[in-house]
């Protein structure tokens, strides 16, 4: 919790920052690079977590982070200067409160109900569900009626931030529920070990990241319809070949389908952000780089969840319907049932992102306006 409380400072202070010092033409590139290393990471990290692991022991996994923390410390010390304008907002605590309750409880219990057994249809997850959103909408509400808001909501009125937002956090459900469902399913009915899925997706990681950067280039020079709205169409191509896997599949076809999957997420992810970024006052970049970072683990706990959720429901429904002996045969049919029915769930969702991504336009804000028409 302590990490957590740390980054959570950090990312949007970094991506303010970015785009208080970058103007809007050149923002793709600058926020796409930093998308480079937040992607990068999490790529790599699996890999090379397993090989330190094996050599070294798990304790190597924090000392060998130690390095690196104390010589951004000190490089931050010596050379980072604010930028913007430095005000003194009072931190309203019934806000806080609220919304760690809202936020907290919804990560929670979607994560909960994507590993217990009774999914949703615990009582439990539920109740703790219901009042983490009663406790968002009353920290919704106290947004709007306070002077200096925790979270100014009122940037979804910009249109291409609602828009942008609700692209990301498809696409982020999307992601991350792939991320865990495709190396149960590589681990499972394809029957490979744990060391050898991860290799296995770890070209459309390593592309997803690396691609990062160029998405954001081709941003600036053609804007955010030529990459968002093709991306969509081949993410729900991917969610159609996803939908009509099984165990006999090439495996060069499994590998070829998820990098396709995490270069069009490239194309996707980014620019959609940085162009509802973009369409924001400057005194609303706070909030909007806040608010979009807030919404990126709960659309990562919302994906896993109902795509695991639904999953091991379908294998349920499967194996209630079969009379004869389980065997591991039945057991991987049942599997890939489940598959099919949580990627017909993101093929819905995918092509429901197509149709949102229809009406972005290029996001510009009113202070840029205002500079252009002077």
């Known amino acids: 919790m302590v990490q957590a409380v740390g980054t959570g400072l950090l990312i949007p202070v ?109 009582v439990k997850i539920l109740l703790i569900i219901a009042i983490s959103l009663i406790s968002l909408l009353f920290f919704v509400l106290r947004q709007l009626k306070i002077e200096e808001p925790l979270l100014d909501v009122r940037v979804f009125a910009y249109k291409n931030y609602a828009l942008g937002v609700t692209i990301f956090v498809v696409v982020i459900m999307a992601m991350f529920a792939s991320e865990i469902v495709m190396p149960m399913y590589l681990q499972g009915p394809l029957g490979y070990s744990a060391k050898i899925a991860g290799l296995l997706l770890l070209p459309g990681a390593l592309l997803n990241g690396l691609m990062s950067p160029v998405m954001g280039t081709l941003f600036d020079k053609f804007g955010p319809r030529k990459l968002i709205i093709p991306g969509t169409i081949v993410l729900v191509g991917v969610m159609l070949f996803f939908s009509n896997i099984s165990p006999g599949i090439p495996i060069w076809s499994f590998i070829l389908a998820y990098i396709v999957l995490m270069l069009s997420i490239s194309a996707i992810l980014m620019p959609s952000q940085t162009n509802a970024l973009n369409e924001l006052p400057k005194y609303l970049y706070p909030h909007g780089t806040a608010i979009a970072n807030t919404l990126q683990p709960i659309g990562g706990a919302l994906g896993v969840a109902v795509f695991v959720s639904i999953m091991s429901q379908g294998q349920t429904s499967y194996l209630e319907r079969q009379t004869g002996k389980i065997t591991p045969e039945l057991l991987d049919k049942a599997m890939t049932a489940g598959v099919h029915h949580a990627y017909w769930f993101a093929l819905a969702l995918c092509i429901g992102t197509f149709v949102i991504a229809l009406f972005v336009q290029k996001g510009i804000s009113p202070d840029f306006k205002a500079e252009e028409m002077k």
Not at 16 to 24: E, F, G, H, K, R
Not at 49 to 55: E, K
Request: glycine share 12%; net charge neutral; aromatic share 14%.
């Open 14 to 122: 970094i991506m303010n920052a970015l785009l208080l010092l970058y103007p809007p033409e050149v923002r793709g590139k600058i926020m796409g690079t930093f998308g480079l290393v937040i992607m990068f990471a999490p790529a790599i990290g699996p890999t090379l977590s397993g090989v330190i692991v094996d050599f070294l022991g798990w304790r190597w996994l924090f000392i060998s982070v130690i390095p690196f923390a104390l010589f951004s410390i000190l490089f931050a010390f010596k050379y980072l200067e604010n930028v913007g304008e430095i005000t003194r907002p009072k931190a309203d605590v019934l806000s806080i409160i609220l919304s760690t309750i809202g936020i907290g409880g919804i990560v929670y219990g979607f994560s909960s109900a994507g590993e217990s057994g009774e999914g949703f249809a615990s």
